[in-house]
């Protein structure tokens, strides 16, 4: 998969492209897939930041922060866990200039809280390392405003989580 | 719970794992506790338990048995069910003054699984059984059903694979005070299935007399007695007659309730009534429930659960020796055998009157 997305990557920056070295940052919504215990993924709510620096023809660096929280309530305990990813990508977009497709890949860092309130009150912390990849469609609207369209996931230890998120922000 | 059903292959898992991960913050494995959901005499807590027989808290295997996930159920030809292609599991935890305290519910809802099968396994001495026959007994976690029709809603379930020997257990599909896999009398009810299994086939890897397609008069006799062995187990090894509310308002399965045969659905009725009709399903439930029904009330005569359980393993052992597996009646029979005189035989007696009236006639009463 790693080298999958490499060649992807390179293949895409060989593409002739205008050169611009532009930002863009904003806000990011979605919905992660969570890989936990079980093995399986489990759907939650997403939101993040971030900011994007363009340079040569058509790669960028990007920053990411983004967090899920999901609280179970029962009658017998409360579990509420939360996650936060950081993480720095380089990547490369390509195409004509009203939709971009983007591949991006980096490092991330995911920090795990989860509170346990059963007779009493306990807490687990993760920090876990990993794999950042992203895919997607870069629309931008009007020059100043883009909304994008971007798969992505990380990996962490064994696990891997997935998110789909629409992310909009300013271009400068 | 029926003695098989089923989950879909879990969403998201196309893309392989990146190779690179690498991480930190590596639990400490020191942990001589772990939380789970424990059951008390006035309702569950989650607190701390002995990590006892769990020797990997991030795979749950110890020496009961291991719980694996994903895979795909098979039946065999000989009716038998087996898992291939399962992994191990991967809990995430951090440790907190010596206890360990799951990253997220799923491990907290493992654990206490594991934690129920250890109970059971403590109390099998008391319960006049050889925990050596049934352990280690592994267990998969959503695996891939087989069965199109549970296929379809593979959650809110545990099953006991005969034959196969390990359970099958699936997540909720609605948050419950107490998840069903985390419910103590769900497990026992699934262990029950194992002990009705291996004193009617004679080992937990022996083929099961019916092959669970099987829908003659005679199989659906055994599923329902089945569902009644493994109900009676656990309200009886539990003194819980009603386990199931602490995860689901289930009033039918309540063995305190007034159950009688008039009630239900016979496997002849069945047969009857669905014709040939493919998609009829019979419900094997509710006849075991007034079985199950029988045994706690001659629990409820003697104030005394496993006295009343030693007295209905003694019969349902009398009765395998001596009818087939498919003969309900003559199970009741059996009981009333091995309650010989006095109070329990006569607590017996008036509750199949009562329950199951001009319906059976059991010899061994007056």
């Given at each position: 998969m790693t080298r999958t997305l490499a060649c992807a990557a390179l293949l895409l920056m060989s593409i002739p492209g205008p050169a611009r070295a532009e930002g863009a940052a904003g806000l990011a919504f979605g919905a992660a897939a969570v890989h936990v215990a079980s093995a399986e993924h489990e759907l939650r709510p997403l939101v993040g930041l971030w900011g994007r620096l363009g340079f040569g023809r058509g790669g960028f660096a990007e920053v990411e922060a983004s967090g899920t929280r999901r609280i179970e309530d029962g009658g017998v305990v409360q579990v509420d866990e939360r996650w936060a990813r950081g993480a720095l990508t380089v990547g490369c977009r390509t195409g004509p200039r009203a939709l971009e497709v983007a591949v991006a890949v980096g490092p991330a860092l995911t920090y795990r809280d989860t509170v346990v309130v059963g007779e009493d009150r306990w807490r687990a912390t993760a920090l876990q390392a990993g794999v950042r990849y992203r895919a997607g469609l870069l629309l931008p609207l009007g020059r100043r405003w883009e909304v994008d369209l971007l798969f992505g996931g990380a990996s962490r230890r064994r696990n891997h989580d997935q998110e789909l998120v629409v992310q909009g922000g300013g271009r400068w | 719970m029926p003695r098989l059903a089923l989950r879909p292959v879990?969403?998201?898992?196309?893309l392989p794992m990146l190779g690179l991960a690498t991480s930190c913050g590596?639990?400490?494995?020191?942990?001589?506790r772990y939380l789970a959901f424990q059951r008390e005499p006035d309702g569950y807590e989650v607190a701390p338990r002995l990590v006892?027989?769990?020797?990997d808290l991030a795979t749950i295997t110890g020496r009961l048995g291991e719980v694996r996930t994903g895979g795909i159920l098979l039946y065999e030809n000989d009716g038998s069910m087996t898992l291939d292609g399962d992994r191990a599991l991967d809990v995430g935890y951090d440790v907190q003054d010596g206890v360990a305290v799951p990253l997220d519910e799923d491990g907290l809802i493992l654990w206490s699984f594991y934690g129920h099968l250890e109970d059971i396994a403590d109390q099998l001495p008391a319960l006049g059984l050889d925990g050596d026959v049934f352990f280690p007994l592994n267990s998969a976690w959503t695996p891939v059903l087989p069965d199109l029709l549970l296929e379809l809603l593979p959650k809110e379930n545990a099953a006991y694979a005969t034959g196969g020997h390990f359970f099958v257990l699936l997540d909720d599909l609605f948050a419950k005070d107490v998840p069903l896999v985390a419910n103590a009398g769900v497990i026992r009810h699934e262990f029950g299935h194992a002990v009705f299994h291996v004193l009617t086939s004679?080992?937990?890897?022996r083929r099961p007399p019916?092959?669970?397609a099987d829908t003659s008069v005679p199989s659906l006799y055994y599923s329902s007695l089945h569902e009644a062995f493994a109900d009676t187990f656990a309200t009886l090894s539990l003194d819980?007659?009603?386990?199931f509310e602490d995860s689901l308002p289930m009033?039918?399965?309540?063995?305190?309730?007034?159950?009688?045969?008039?009630?239900v659905e016979t496997p002849e009725q069945f047969h009857r009534t669905a014709?040939?009709?493919?998609l009829a399903l019979y419900d094997p439930y509710p006849l075991g429930t007034v079985f199950a029904s029988t045994a706690w009330d001659l629990r409820e005569a003697l104030g005394d659960p496993l006295e009343a359980w030693a007295i209905l393993l003694e019969g349902t052992r009398i009765w395998v020796d001596l009818s087939t597996p498919d003969n309900a009646w003559a199970l009741l029979d059996a009981w009333v055998a091995a309650a010989g005189q006095g109070v329990a035989a006569e607590a017996l007696c008036a509750s199949i009157e009562t329950r199951f009236g001009d319906a059976v006639l059991v010899e061994t009463c007056p």
């Open positions: - | 879990p969403a998201f898992q196309a590596e639990p400490d494995l020191e942990a001589d006892g027989t769990l020797e004679g080992g937990v890897h019916f092959a669970a819980a007659p009603d386990y009033t039918s399965r309540d063995v305190r309730g007034d159950w009688t045969i008039d009630q014709g040939d009709d493919p």
